[in-house]
């Protein structure tokens, strides 16, 4: 699975200001003890069991740092993988492969961490037609990066920022005057081609939703018991409406939620609320020093 067909000119700025940030005048440490022209070769390999994401991030971070260095992925972002697995190897200058070793190594563990929790919540969707999606809870200046984990983990992406598709939700609610007039309001000013979802908490919601428009309907926070009358109403009074449920989603909640009937869930959790997965890189098979 390729992140990119080609990479933009954003992605790379913002991984220089990354490092940047890491490297400032330079690596001090390697200047001070590793010959300057020192080859090595860097084994990357993994200290926990998940499913692996950010391998042509990494390769990029270290062809920035030294396009001179050959990185060799030996697995693909999606595979699953073991302790002890090794992921991929980058071979050259030995400053340049620890210049780039954190960065590298961060954003894979992070997105690694991000595909391995995603791929727990739709392992537990299993047989069922139900949609996982990510919300807008990433980390700033990552949620290009993130939202991809949640893809390479087998989850969908809902919408990437304000700009790609209309949400009502409470406090917009609250400043249009009701549902109703917050629906009437957007469809006025969007183009036809932008759906609009509307978020409920109570199914009087639900029926002004149904009744002013709205494409997608999100049942916040309601129990499962609660979601299961809401959905029977919503395929009664607008069977095309899609419904997505959000608010309490768990490891432990997610499939009986899912069986309520819903299309969509949403967890928040999957870009705020992992834990990295260990990886680590380690010279081996020192190749000599260039004179």
């Not at 990119?4 to 490092?19: C, E, M, P, Q």
């Not at 919300?135 to 390479?152: C, D, I, M, Q």
């Not at 959790?269 to 000599?288: A, C, M, R, V």
């Amino acid at each position: 699975m390729m992140i990119l067909n080609s990479y933009d000119d954003g992605l790379i700025a913002t991984i220089k200001g990354w490092l940047q940030e890491d490297i400032g005048s330079g690596d001090v440490t390697s200047r001070a003890t590793i010959p300057a022209g020192q080859q090595s070769v860097g084994i990357i390999h993994v200290k926990d069991a998940g499913t692996i994401a950010g391998l042509p991030i990494a390769e990029l971070v270290f062809k920035i740092v030294d396009p001179s260095l050959k990185f060799t992925a030996l697995k693909q972002d999606a595979d699953l993988v073991e302790y002890g697995t090794v992921v991929a190897q980058v071979e050259g200058s030995t400053h340049s492969i620890l210049t780039g070793e954190r960065l590298a190594l961060n954003l894979m563990q992070r997105m690694s961490g991000i595909a391995t929790v995603t791929r727990q919540y739709v392992n537990l969707l299993e047989g069922l037609s139900v949609r996982l999606v990510d919300t807008r809870k990433t980390t700033p200046g990552h949620r290009w990066l993130e939202k991809y984990a949640v893809r390479v983990g087998g989850g969908h992406n809902h919408r990437f920022g304000l700009y790609d598709a209309v949400m009502i939700k409470d406090n917009h609610i609250k400043g249009a005057g009701g549902i109703t007039a917050a629906v009437k309001s957007a469809r006025e000013q969007i183009p036809h081609t932008m759906t609009i979802e509307v978020e409920v908490e109570n199914l009087e919601q639900v029926k002004e939703a149904c009744a002013a428009g709205a494409n997608i309907i999100m049942l916040d926070n309601m129990s499962p018991e609660l979601m299961k009358i809401a959905v029977k109403q919503i395929r009664g009074l607008a069977p095309h409406v899609m419904i997505e449920a959000s608010g309490n989603v768990s490891l432990a909640t997610i499939r009986g939620i899912a069986e309520t009937g819903v299309d969509i869930i949403s967890v928040g959790k999957l870009t705020y609320s992992f834990d990295n997965l260990d990886i680590s890189l380690d010279l081996n098979e020192k190749k000599g020093e260039q004179h």
